[in-house]
């Protein structure tokens, strides 16, 4: 958490370099602009680019980011200071300080591939908590085409070919920094330490135990990153 707390003064020059990750937040509000959110919350906010695009989409929602890092948190409220629809928690997709069934909209973008594998099914059941029944879940990260401990040979080559269509698009596209990051992180993701890649599927799975369903995944192109948008619905 150290690294984020320091990183959070460069984080928006790095990512929003990324094409991907600029056109991600922009899929994600697109897939919820006709949803009728009054609540919406923002886990893993970061400097809060999808709160802001969150206030832009619907304007009448009131946004409640939510973010371990005090870095970040610093940076996201110095960015919305005097803005009333917008509010902070320290917290995480685990633990999230929020009443159940509050909100009708949960975004996430790049974050819950820090959740644990043996964490997941959890994650998957508070994220329905906070969502009152019919709520949307939108949420975007790097995901693999297959599942695997670490060493498992299929898992680690889709892996180290993601990371390196990832960096190339960078490199592509003017954006060195995040190239570098991509490569730096690729050790720690093969290793799962702090990084755990996996399937788009493997989160179904565990979301629909939780109470979703309606899924819909949606490629970010270009496709051979694996950067894939997937939504949801909490049951009624």
């Not at 937040?25 to 919820?32: G, K, R």
């Not at 954006?175 to 992180?185: F, Q, R, V």
């Not at 109470?211 to 894939?228: I, K, Q, S, Y």
Request: glycine residues 8%; negative net charge; contains cysteine.
């Amino acid at each position: 958490m150290d690294h984020w707390d320091t990183f959070a003064d460069d984080y928006d020059r790095v990512f929003l370099e990324y094409p991907q990750y600029v056109r991600s937040i922009e899929m994600m509000l697109d897939l919820v602009s006709e949803v009728q959110a009054g609540n919406v919350i923002d886990i893993g906010c970061g400097t809060g680019n999808v709160s802001e695009k969150v206030l832009q989409v619907i304007p009448r929602a009131r946004v409640l980011g939510v973010d371990p890092s005090e870095g970040m948190k610093d940076t996201y409220n110095r960015r919305f200071e005097g803005e009333s629809r917008v509010n902070f928690v320290s917290g995480s997709a685990l633990r999230m300080p929020v009443d159940d069934g509050l909100f009708d909209l949960a975004l996430s973008n790049l974050a819950l591939h820090h959740v644990p594998p043996d964490e997941r099914g959890r994650c998957a059941s508070r994220l329905a908590k906070v969502l009152r029944p019919g709520g949307v879940l939108v949420y975007a990260d790097l995901f693999t085409d297959s599942d695997g401990p670490p060493r498992d040979p299929a898992w680690c080559r889709d892996v180290i070919e993601k990371h390196a269509a990832a960096a190339y698009h960078c490199l592509d596209n003017g954006a060195y920094d995040m190239m570098l990051i991509m490569m730096g992180t690729l050790g720690r993701t093969l290793r799962q330490d702090g990084e755990y890649l996996t399937s788009e599927h493997t989160w179904i799975v565990e979301l629909e135990k939780a109470g979703f369903g309606n899924f819909l995944v949606v490629p970010v192109p270009p496709e051979d990153v694996g950067f894939r948008i997937l939504r949801a619905v909490k049951s009624q």
